[in-house]
């Protein structure tokens, strides 16, 4: 994937979780996390600007893990330099953090770096499509 990758990403995992029912506030969560997370490969992973995605959802959780080549950065430097104004960068880790129920950094054996995310879902129903 790269860069203009994300919308479509995005469209395929709402599509899904509108599919299961799940609630439109944590539709949103979800996609704005996974969005902050596609924005940071962007954004650090140098000139290895490809990435991958894998998304996994069962009825109660929805799994979030995007890997890239690049060289990856400072998780605990990067979470203890808060940005002075709402303007500056540095907000895609808070607002993971804020978002889902689990993240997680990791260099995988091959060498890449990955971030993990997982949101516990809340599902309505009556939001669920059914087949026609």
Not at 73 to 81: C, H, N, R, Y
Not at 94 to 99: D, E, N, S, Y
């Given at each position: 994937m790269d860069a203009q990758s994300v919308p479509l990403v995005r469209g395929l995992l709402r599509q899904a979780l509108q599919y299961l029912g799940v609630v439109a506030s944590g539709i949103d969560e979800v996609l704005l996390a996974l969005s902050e997370a596609?924005?940071?490969?962007v954004q650090h992973a140098g000139e290895h600007e490809?990435?991958?995605v894998d998304v996994t959802i069962?009825?109660?959780?929805?799994r979030i893990t995007v890997l890239d080549d690049g060289d990856?950065?400072?998780?605990?430097?990067?979470?203890?330099?808060r940005p002075n104004s709402p303007?500056?960068?540095?907000r895609g880790l808070?607002?993971?953090?804020?978002?889902v129920d689990r993240l997680d950094f990791a260099?995988?054996?091959?060498?890449?770096?990955g971030v993990h995310l997982e949101k516990q879902l809340v599902t309505s129903p009556r939001l669920r499509l059914l087949p026609t």
């Open positions: 596609c924005a940071n490969v490809e990435y991958q069962d009825d109660h959780v929805c990856g950065f400072d998780v605990a430097a990067a979470a203890a330099a303007l500056d960068g540095g808070v607002l993971m953090q804020a978002l260099h995988t054996e091959d060498g890449r770096h």
